[in-house]
C-alpha cells in the first residue's frame, strides 16, 4: 500500500512540474515549437496565401455557408485556429474582406511575420 501511494505521489509531483515547466516558456518559444512541430503556427502574426478563391464561412462547419469571397493567391492572416470532425479551421482575416473561417487545406504554408 505504501509503495503505490509513493508512487501516485511521484507522478503527482511530475505531472506538476511538467505543467509548470510548459506554462513558464514564453509566447515566442510556444510559436516557434508549434511551427517547427506542425508547420501552422498557432499566433496572430502568421499569414498564408488562399490556394483558391474561398468563402470565408460563418462558422467552422463544412455546411456553413459565407458571403465574402477571398480571391485565389490573396495573403490572409492567420487569427486563431479549431479542430473539429470536419478537419481543422484557421479564422483569417483578409485586408478589405473582413474575417471568417476556412479549412486548412484552402490555405498554403503559414509564414510569421
Same mark, same amino acid.
Given at each position: 500500500?505504501?509503495?503505490?501511494?509513493?508512487?501516485? @505521489? @511521484?507522478?503527482? @509531483?511530475?505531472?506538476?512540474?511538467?505543467?509548470?515547466?510548459?506554462? *513558464?516558456?514564453?509566447?515566442?518559444?510556444?510559436?516557434?515549437?508549434?511551427?517547427?512541430? *506542425?508547420? #501552422?503556427?498557432?499566433?496572430?502574426?502568421?499569414?498564408?496565401?488562399?490556394l483558391?478563391?474561398?468563402?470565408?464561412?460563418?462558422?467552422?462547419?463544412?455546411? *456553413? #455557408?459565407?458571403?465574402?469571397?477571398?480571391?485565389?493567391?490573396?495573403?490572409?492572416?492567420?487569427?486563431k *485556429?479549431t479542430?473539429? @470532425?470536419?478537419?481543422?479551421?484557421?479564422?483569417?482575416?483578409?485586408?478589405?474582406?473582413?474575417?471568417?473561417?476556412?479549412?486548412?487545406?484552402?490555405?498554403?504554408?503559414?509564414?510569421?511575420?
Open positions: 500500500m505504501k509503495k503505490i501511494l509513493l508512487v501516485s @505521489a @511521484a507522478l503527482s @509531483a511530475l505531472s506538476f512540474c511538467a505543467q509548470a515547466a510548459a506554462e *513558464s516558456v514564453p509566447p515566442q518559444a510556444s510559436a516557434s515549437v508549434a511551427s517547427a512541430a *506542425s508547420a #501552422t503556427p498557432q499566433t496572430s502574426k502568421a499569414t498564408a496565401v488562399v483558391r478563391a474561398v468563402a470565408l464561412r460563418d462558422r467552422p462547419k463544412l455546411d *456553413s #455557408t459565407g458571403e465574402v469571397v477571398v480571391p485565389a493567391e490573396k495573403r490572409v492572416r492567420l487569427e *485556429s479542430q473539429n @470532425a470536419d478537419g481543422t479551421w484557421w479564422y483569417v482575416t483578409a485586408d478589405g474582406l473582413g474575417g471568417g473561417w476556412v479549412v486548412e487545406t484552402e490555405v498554403g504554408s503559414a509564414q510569421l511575420q
